[in-house]
């Protein structure tokens, strides 16, 4: 590693800064009292008093890096800025602080919702911390200093992870969740302190394994300001908050809010890694290596703007940000310094911290050209990550898109990833909305997209199939409502996806009508069941395997509340929900390893007469069987997506046993009078083996 930032060797800190256009460039490092980390009252102020200044010397005239050294104070709790020093267009000396962004560590996100704001008295020697009160949040709050560098020696935090056999990718069940929207509702039944951080979420792990799932995604827990966010709910005028966290500031320290004790945030975290790693639960990272918390030209100024803008981000021919991420700012990935800087981080994260994949948000931006930000025809990035040695074993997924460009099955695909496939996702949810002519597609979305990916291997598994993530409805609401409904966002509606396939099933929102609540039961059941049986990793998002709603929004990004929380009561009130998709889950896995790992399958397809396919645009019924010839089992699946019941003929000569039914909350198949001749419900599936499971 090239060592950016302060790091810490032995009984010295090495310090090394590539900085553009200085003329001076110092150390400042500052003393941080216990009480700051204490109950501190709005509008109060600590002090942090100045230890000692170290000047840094330009040891390069071409890539112009600050370096320096210094004797590692481990007695005390010691805080860091950079300060530079340059002239302006005028030839003005003009001083700039800077925050490392290779720090391990800061100070300023403790308390999620908290504002804290620093400043440096020069003359006095001292850095003041200011704790607002949420009241006075203001464009000014954020223009000012709002995080500052903690030295700390992370590494010495040993804690061994229990080693288990990984699953193949084909077999991984995922579980995307937020860090503090899995516990910080009171039904989650946690202690208080443990609520919304990595000590809460350990106690939710044996609840995952017992569901079935063998990998949690976390949500952005990169620092980020959930405070940077200034609309206001317009229903209550209550502030509203960056709470995805899709907006980094650092990008080896976490949210230190997600901490029961923000010292010790890298102990908790590597205890909850170790938890799943011994209940064989892979932990996921939601990454963003695609911009920064610095938005456009108007934002704030954390370090790269100040570090130097050229380097670290794309501009347009007319010197302004590029903005493919959508966020006001792009990310130079293709720049060897910036390309470094995302390689250490995923080392840092895998090798210190124990994470065992990355999900990269807008991954098509790593793609992007580093002088015009056009996309390339070849990966070099993607290819150079999967290649990389030291991360020979971690699952890299790509969402192959950005705010400018749509890239799936391309890039993703020549680099060996495996890709959100969005395309599976509005198929499916076109499947359930009944709309026509979806039959093909659905034939090719269960077999694992080969259209677009092409033939699979045992060990790439290119499309991860998902109906719902966090980014959009959740699966009951797909059923509920046919329009979004993001008033509450504070932006009149208009953010979010207008195109979201889906279907109120005859009333928008919530209703008495059993009919109509019937018709979204069998709906959900049947969407677990199609998702649980497709060749490739399934995702869904926490909370929908007891059916969670958000009432129709389908972008709460901002939304710190009830809204997004899990409340746990609900998958005690909705527990045959659960109990459906463990036993979902646990058919799933047999027939993972009975077929969609072996090489030796042939998959045939039939109408429900029994004759060969037929995919006409009317056509709403389908009939597959996957045969695998080494273990000499054949599985038979019967989909009905009309809204009435329909008679399927069979033609197979051993007999049948039927395994699954969506059609009821237990599963459970009926046997058949005779075995030639199946009635099956509406927008249901009935599954079936001839052989032993």
């Known amino acids: ?99 490392d962004p290779f720090a391990r560590n800061s100070l300023g996100g403790e308390l999620w919702g908290k504002i804290i704001t620093f400043e440096v008295d020069e003359k006095i020697g001292l850095l003041r911390a200011f704790f607002e009160s949420e009241k006075s949040l203001s464009k000014s709050s954020l223009e000012k200093l709002r995080r500052v560098a903690l030295l700390t020696d992370i590494e010495r935090v040993k804690i061994e992870s229990a ?159 590029h903005n493919a991420s959508g966020c006001g700012n792009t990310l130079r990935c293709s720049h060897p310094l910036v390309k470094q800087f995302i390689l250490e981080s995923l080392q840092y994260w895998h090798e210190v911290m124990g994470v065992d994949g990355f999900r990269f948000d807008l991954t098509s931006i790593l793609n992007r050209h ?73 034939k090719d979305a269960i077999e694992g997209s080969p259209s677009i990916f092409g033939e699979f291997s045992l060990n790439y598994w290119p499309s991860l199939n998902f109906i719902t993530s966090h980014d959009g409805f959740t699966l009951w609401d797909l059923f509920c409502y046919s329009k979004k409904h993001n008033q509450a966002n504070g932006e009149n509606n208009h953010d979010g996806h207008a195109a979201n396939f889906s279907n109120n099933s005859g009333v928008e929102g919530p209703t008495d009508n059993q009919q109509i609540l019937e018709l979204r039961e069998q709906k959900w059941r049947m969407a677990w069941t199609i998702l649980a049986i497709s060749r490739g990793p399934m995702m869904f998002v926490a909370g929908d395997e007891w059916g969670r709603t958000q009432y129709g929004n389908n972008n709460a990004y901002c939304q710190d509340n009830e809204l997004s929380w899990l409340n746990w009561q609900e998958s005690e009130t909705n527990s045959k929900r659960v109990e459906f998709v463990r036993r979902l889950l646990s058919l799933r896995e047999k027939l993972c390893r009975s077929c969609w790992i072996s090489s030796s399958l042939t998959i045939r397809w039939f109408n429900s007469k029994g004759e060969e396919a037929d995919w006409s645009p009317h056509v709403r019924s389908f009939v597959w069987k996957i045969e695998n010839f080494k273990e000499g089992m054949n599985w038979w699946f019967l989909c009905n997506s009309y809204d009435a019941q329909l008679l399927f003929s069979i033609n197979e000569e051993k007999s049948i046993s039927w395994q699954w039914d969506s059609n009821n909350y237990l599963g459970m198949a009926q046997d058949q009078p005779n075995e030639k001749f199946v009635e099956l419900g509406s927008f249901s599936i009935l599954i079936g083996t001839t052989g032993e499971l």
């Open 370 to 442: 580093q002088d015009t930000g056009d996309f390339k025809d070849f990966p070099n990035l993607l290819w150079e990550l999967r290649q990389e040695p030291r991360l020979k074993n971690v699952r890299l997924i790509a969402e192959p898109w950005d705010a400018h460009g749509y890239d799936l099955g391309r890039v993703a695909k020549q680099a060996g990833w495996t890709e959100w496939n969005d395309r599976y996702r509005d198929t499916i949810r076109k499947v359930l909305s009944g709309n026509v002519g979806q039959g093909f597609a659905l």
């Open 1 to 99: 590693m090239h060592g950016f930032g302060v790091q810490i060797d032995g009984g010295y800190c090495k310090v090394s800064f590539p900085i553009h256009y200085a003329i001076k460039v110092e150390l400042w490092l500052f003393g941080v009292p216990l009480s700051f980390f204490g109950n501190q009252p709005d509008n109060s102020t600590e002090i942090l008093p100045l230890l000692r200044k170290l000047d840094l010397s330009k040891s390069s005239k071409v890539h112009e890096v600050w370096q320096g050294q210094f004797e590692y104070p481990i007695s005390n709790l010691t805080a860091y800025l950079v300060k530079v020093l340059r002239a302006d267009s005028n030839g003005n000396s003009i001083t700039e602080w800077i925050l």
């Open 163 to 321: 080693r288990f056999s990984k699953k193949s990718l084909g077999e991984l069940v995922i579980y995307e969740c937020h860090v503090r929207g899995m516990t910080q509702h009171h039904s989650s039944e946690v202690p208080v302190r443990h609520r919304g951080n990595f000590s809460g979420m350990k106690q939710k792990i044996k609840y995952l394994s017992n569901l079935g799932v063998n990998v949690v995604e976390l949500l952005p827990i990169f620092d980020f300001d959930e405070n940077e966010n200034q609309l206001k709910n317009p229903e209550n005028h209550q502030n509203l908050k960056n709470y995805w966290g899709y907006s980094p500031i650092l990008w080896f320290a976490p949210k230190k809010a997600y901490a029961e004790n923000p010292l010790d945030w890298h102990r908790e975290f590597k205890e909850f890694v170790q938890d799943c790693h011994f209940h064989k639960i892979e932990v996921w990272l939601d990454v963003v290596y695609n911009h920064s918390a610095e938005q456009d030209a108007e934002g704030p100024k954390y370090h790269f703007k100040m570090m130097d803008q050229d380097t670290w981000y794309l501009n347009t021919q007319e010197g302004e940000f």
